[in-house]
């Protein structure tokens, strides 16, 4: 009876031990590499459905509809899609399909047009839809490929529009609030208009690769024009003056909205017209990069300068009266009036 009484003792021993590691085995925390594992994964589904990338592709898609509604003009519906913004609300993931690597989305796309178009779109400046999406990686693993609905009410007023595109087409980094009159130092003012910038948030860069031409014409611009920022102090004011400028529009040749940006006053640097986003977002994906042609002193530490750039649906020679202001010891942009048309 012992006997047997101590056997069975052992036995629950054992029985207790058993149950004592396989409780600690529960309570283990996820390995290292499967909880980096995890959390790349849920990245890559939020990404897919909320970063800039996503947002452009979706653009992209919307405006493939509309065209294939048979539009009356399809140059001006392209100049319209390279100018809009396109934004979203609330965007969530709420589904994913793992055989098919298929993640479902939801949220309010909203496509912000260029303030010129309103009249298109019935006084509208914004149009809106709340929609569900699907991303899935294309088979050419050329990125991920969206399938939107909801989507019909934008893309129908798309397939109507039908406007002039030099009476929407902005004019990227120039003030909104730029003089209209003649102004004392004898330089000819312009209508304000509203920039690309001005309508174009910019936190994001464009990922889609530029042809081959523009790459090396932008490597050539910034080899035959150095962009680095003029040095603080020693020479006279007013090559002082030239140099920003001069580094300005060299830096929007090379698509460096950064340096670009830096040669502005400080209060517009967070702006939309003078933000580094918004300016390397449009100079730095320019078919044709843009070119400083000439710069000439005016008085009161103002320039006018002319330049020439092509992008979708533009193809610019311009000019502008560029004024400065002494700040923090250097001459920065106070402003910029556009003397044509781009």
Do not use: W
């Not at 809009?84 to 993640?103: K, N, Q, Y």
């Not at 004011?237 to 040749?253: C, I, K, P, Q």
Request: charged fraction near 20%; charge should be positive; aromatic fraction near 6%.
């Amino acid at each position: 009876m012992l006997r047997q009484l101590a056997l069975s003792g052992g036995a629950v021993g054992t029985l207790a031990l058993g149950l004592a590691v396989g409780a600690c085995s529960k309570v283990q925390p996820q390995a290292p590499a499967e909880t980096a594992r995890t959390r790349a994964e849920a990245k890559r589904h939020k990404d897919a459905c909320a970063s800039t990338i996503a947002y452009d592709r979706m653009k992209r898609a919307i405006f493939s509809q509309a065209s294939r509604q048979g539009v009356s003009h399809p140059t001006r519906l392209a100049t319209l899609e390279e100018f809009a913004f396109v934004r979203m609300e609330d965007p969530v993931v709420t589904g994913f399909e793992p055989t098919l690597d298929l993640t479902h989305c939801r949220g309010r796309f909203i496509l912000d047009v260029p303030p010129g178009s309103a009249p298109a779109f019935g006084g509208e400046h914004r149009l809106q839809a709340d929609i569900t999406y699907t991303a899935q990686g294309a088979a050419d693993a050329s990125g991920l490929v969206y399938a939107i609905q909801g989507a019909e009410p934008i893309v129908g007023k798309l397939a109507a529009f039908n406007l002039a595109d030099a009476s929407f087409r902005p004019l990227p980094a120039v003030d909104v609030d730029a003089p209209t009159a003649t102004g004392s130092d004898g330089e000819a003012g312009s209508t304000p208009v509203e920039t690309a910038a001005t309508f174009r948030q910019a936190p994001d860069t464009d990922r889609r690769p530029l042809p081959m031409p523009a790459v090396e014409a932008r490597r050539t611009v910034a080899r035959q024009f150095p962009v680095a920022a003029p040095a603080a102090g020693g020479p006279p004011e007013g090559s002082r003056g030239e140099d920003t400028v001069r580094t300005f529009y060299n830096a929007l040749g090379a698509g460096n909205g950064e340096l670009a940006s830096a040669q502005v006053v400080p209060a517009k640097r967070s702006s939309r017209a003078y933000s580094p986003d918004a300016i390397s977002r449009f100079y730095g994906r320019l078919s044709t990069p843009l070119q400083l042609t000439g710069v000439s002193a005016l008085s009161g530490n103002s320039y006018r300068v002319t330049y020439h750039y092509a992008g979708a649906g533009i193809r610019c020679n311009g000019s502008a009266v560029v004024r400065l202001i002494p700040t923090g010891g250097r001459l920065l942009i106070r402003s910029i009036t556009a003397g044509s048309d781009c």
